[in-house]
Structures are given as structure tokens and as C-alpha cells.
């Protein structure tokens, strides 16, 4: 305890980033410790599993000794343990949830285990003390795209989520294809500023109506097929227009589907998360769309919208405080369903 409120001690290393943080009564963030290897993955081009467990383990440690250092607190302080344990790659996820458990072990504290998902849907409640569920998020990352009717703490519902690419992953993908590089969500952001978003026509991809799934394969092959026939006929490629067009085209279906999700079900707010939730044309296009409805639109910045372990302290303070705990016995599930 600190000042008579919780602490807890966060772990994340689902997939690239290795994270330690240190929370307050699950949103005051003491400390939020990131460890990215993107520079290494970037040599590939996209995350390597085996490399990605290899540097979470050389790096956990010290990440959690350094959470722990800038909180000002120190192990005795501690709470509750708080820990990823899916969806994401099994070998990274198992790197910080044995972490965890030998730290809950030692001291004997209580070990939560905590959904990704949740966690980042919870980055909003550390920046935006007054929001509360119930609302409607909008969960898009680089491993995930869905819509999520959150009605309590603990307590939500999938409604919708990708049939085939998360929406990060088709950002990355059509970077790749325009030699932009990795990860290409944030170099698509900058470039399409530049572009005209009309000036190639990618076809938006609703599905049947009424239905909140999503498909960005789709979209990928269309600007892969675009980019080799322009090639073809000799033409040069306006790389920014291009960028453009299709997050138009991807953007378009994802905030019509948020907004009428959420009008449908008598939301006032909509909450965004997740690495692509920092895409500064998807805020705009969101936050005009959510204007014209009278919703109140929320997001992190940019450094709480991709992974980190302040997002999952927050999540597994609201666990505990329900009840919720974990033993040794828990494992990673690289597939876990919300
Ligand atoms: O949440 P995150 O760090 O990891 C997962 O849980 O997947 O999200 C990473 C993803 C990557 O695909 C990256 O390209 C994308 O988020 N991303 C963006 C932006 N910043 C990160 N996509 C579009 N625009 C951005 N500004
Ligand atoms: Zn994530």
C-alpha cells in the first residue's frame, strides 16, 4: 500500500515490447517501463517469435527493476502482481508470466492474470479519470480488430473482430508493398497526410449487412495488384496518394461500423485502443463521426495506445477489487478469447 491505496506491480511481454509498470489504485501510473525491440525486428521486416522471447528474457528483469526503481517504491509496497497471459506469441507470453509467478512465489503476493485486450481497452481510464462503462471500444492493433460493448470493469462482450488481418497487420503489410518499412502503421500515418485520398479507388469491404466483423485481406491484395499493374504499364507510383487511399478505404468501414455499433446500442461513448488507435486520420474521421452522433469520443496517446504494462496494472486492479485472483497454475494462452 502506498498512501492507502493499491499497488501493483504490472507485467507485458506478449509480443514485441517487453514492459514492467508500477500503478496506483489502477490508474495513477507511478512508472511505465518499455523495452521495444522493433529496431531488431525491423531486419526482418515484421516480428520474429523465437528472437522476440529471447530479448523479453534478457530484458524482464531489469525492466521490472527499473518500474519498481522510478515508482520510488520498493517489493514490500507491492500489492498484487499483475501479468499478460494472452493472446499473443506463446514463447514472449511465457517469458513475463513466469516472471510474474516467481515474483508472486517470493513475496507471496496475489498474482493476476490479465487479457491484452483488457488492458489496452483500460489504457483509457489512467488518462481520462471521469470515464467509466459502460461505452463501446474500438480495439485495433497490430494483432487485433475489434468492437467490444464494454459494460462494467470486468465485464464485456465481443461483437465484432477481424475475419483475416487485424487492421494493423494490413497497415503494415501495404508498407511493406510500398517500401515504407516497419512497423508501417505509424510511416502511413505521416505519409497519406501528404496524399490524396481520392485518388485511387479501393473497395470498402462492409460484409453482409449488419454484420460488425471485419476484412482487410482483401484491401492488402488490392494495393499489391494496383502497385505491380501500375509497374507494368511503365507508370510511376505516387506512394503517397496510394497510402492514402487505402487507409481511406479501411478507415471508412472502420468508423461506420464503430459509430452505428454504438448508436445501435444507446452508447454516448466510444472508446479507442490499441497501437492503431494513435492514427491520427482515424481520431479525426472517429472524432467528426462521433460530433454528428453526440457521442464522446476518449483515446490514450500515443505511448499508452501500443503495448505497455501500465494498461495491464490498471486492468488487474479492477480484477482484484472484484475478486479475481490467479495461482501458479496459470498458464499463457496465445489465443485467448475476451
Ligand atoms: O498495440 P500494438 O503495439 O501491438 C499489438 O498488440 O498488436 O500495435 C502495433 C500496431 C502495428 O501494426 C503498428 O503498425 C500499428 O499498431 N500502429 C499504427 C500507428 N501506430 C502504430 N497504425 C496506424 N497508424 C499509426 N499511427
Ligand atoms: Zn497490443
Known amino acids: 500500500m502506498k498512501d492507502g491505496k493499491l499497488v501493483t506491480l504490472a507485467i507485458e511481454s506478449s509480443c514485441d515490447e517487453t514492459a514492467a509498470a508500477v500503478m496506483l489504485d489502477g490508474r495513477e501510473m507511478l512508472s511505465n517501463i518499455i523495452s521495444s525491440q522493433i529496431d531488431i525486428h525491423k531486419l526482418y521486416g515484421g516480428v520474429v517469435p523465437e528472437i522476440a522471447s529471447r530479448h523479453h528474457l534478457n530484458n524482464v528483469n531489469t525492466v521490472v527493476e527499473q518500474a519498481l526503481e522510478e515508482s520510488g517504491l520498493d517489493m514490500d509496497d507491492v500489492d498484487m502482481i499483475g501479468v ?35 488492458g489496452h481497452i483500460s489504457a483509457n481510464y489512467i488518462e481520462h479519470k471521469e470515464l467509466e462503462p459502460p461505452f463501446m471500444a474500438l480495439v ?64 470498402r469491404v462492409f460484409l453482409e449487412k449488419g454484420s460488425l466483423d471485419f476484412s482487410f485481406s482483401g484491401i492488402k491484395t488490392g494495393v499489391l495488384n494496383y502497385v505491380n499493374s501500375e509497374k507494368q504499364a511503365g507508370r510511376e507510383i505516387n506512394v503517397a496518394d496510394v497510402a492514402a487511399s487505402f487507409q481511406a ?90
Open 84 to 118: 499478460t497471459y494472452g493472446p499473443g506469441l506463446v514463447g514472449a507470453l511465457l517469458i513475463g508470466l513466469a516472471t510474474a509467478k516467481a515474483y508472486a512465489l517470493a513475496t507471496g503476493k496475489p498474482l493476476i492474470g490479465v487479457h491484452h485486450i483488457q
Open 140 to 203: 485495433v492493433s497490430g494483432g487485433h480488430t475489434n468492437l467490444v460493448e464494454v459494460t462494467g470493469y470486468n465485464e464485456c462482450k465481443v461483437l465484432g473482430g477481424t475475419r483475416d488481418d487485424a487492421v494493423g497487420e494490413a497497415y503494415d503489410k501495404v508498407a511493406r508493398v510500398l517500401g515504407l518499412g516497419y512497423p508501417g502503421g505509424p510511416l502511413i500515418d505521416r505519409i497519406a497526410g501528404e496524399g490524396n485520398p481520392d485518388a485511387v479507388e479501393f473497395k
Open 249 to 338: 478505404a479501411v478507415l471508412d468501414v472502420i468508423v461506420k461500423k464503430t459509430v452505428d455499433s454504438a448508436v445501435e446500442l444507446g452508447k454516448d461513448k466510444i472508446v479507442m485502443a490499441g497501437g492503431v488507435a494513435s492514427n491520427s486520420r482515424l481520431r479525426e474521421m472517429l472524432g467528426s463521426a462521433c460530433r454528428k452522433r453526440g457521442i464522446k469520443l476518449y483515446h490514450p496517446s500515443p505511448v499508452l495506445c501500443t503495448d505497455n504494462a501500465a494498461m495491464i496494472g490498471c486492468a488487474a486492479y479492477y480484477k482484484y477489487i472484484a475478486g479475481g485472483r490467479d495461482d501458479l497454475t496459470l498458464d499463457a494462452v496465445p489465443n485467448l478469447e475476451l
